[in-house]
C-alpha cells in the first residue's frame, strides 16, 4: 500500500485552491450587469466563460474528494481496470487518476 500523505496534502491544497477560485467566479457572476448593450454583450460572453471554468472546477473537486475517500478507504493508487499500482508519476500529475497508464492509454491496434 503507498504511503498517501504527500498525495493527501497535495490533493486539499488543490481542494482549498479551487473552492476559493470558484467562491471568486461566483462572486464575479454575481456581479450587476451594465446599462450599456454593449457592455452587456461583452459581460454575457465573459459569464459565459466564467460558467464554463466554475463548472471545470467543480468536477476537478469532485473528482478530488474522491480520491480523499480512496486514501480513506486504502484503495488510492490502485487502477480499477487492472488492479495494479498506478505509478508515483501519474499520480503527481493526476491525482485523482483512477487507471493506471496502460489502462487509461490502451495500445490502438
Do not use: W
Request: hydrophobic residues 35%; aromatic residues 2%; contains cysteine.
Amino acid at each position: 500500500m503507498k504511503d498517501t500523505t504527500a498525495y493527501k496534502h497535495q490533493i486539499e491544497t488543490r481542494i482549498a485552491e479551487l473552492k476559493s477560485r470558484l467562491t471568486a467566479v461566483n462572486a464575479a457572476l454575481d456581479e450587476p450587469t451594465s446599462a450599456d448593450l454593449n457592455d452587456q454583450s461583452i459581460e454575457l460572453e465573459d459569464d459565459e466563460v466564467l460558467e464554463s471554468v466554475g463548472r471545470v472546477g467543480l468536477q476537478e473537486l469532485v473528482q478530488l474528494e474522491q480520491a480523499l475517500g480512496r486514501i480513506a478507504n486504502g484503495t488510492y493508487g490502485v487502477c480499477h481496470k487492472c488492479g495494479e499500482d498506478i505509478s508515483d508519476a501519474r499520480l503527481a500529475a493526476v491525482p485523482f487518476a483512477l487507471l493506471c497508464r496502460d489502462c487509461a492509454n490502451p495500445p490502438k491496434n
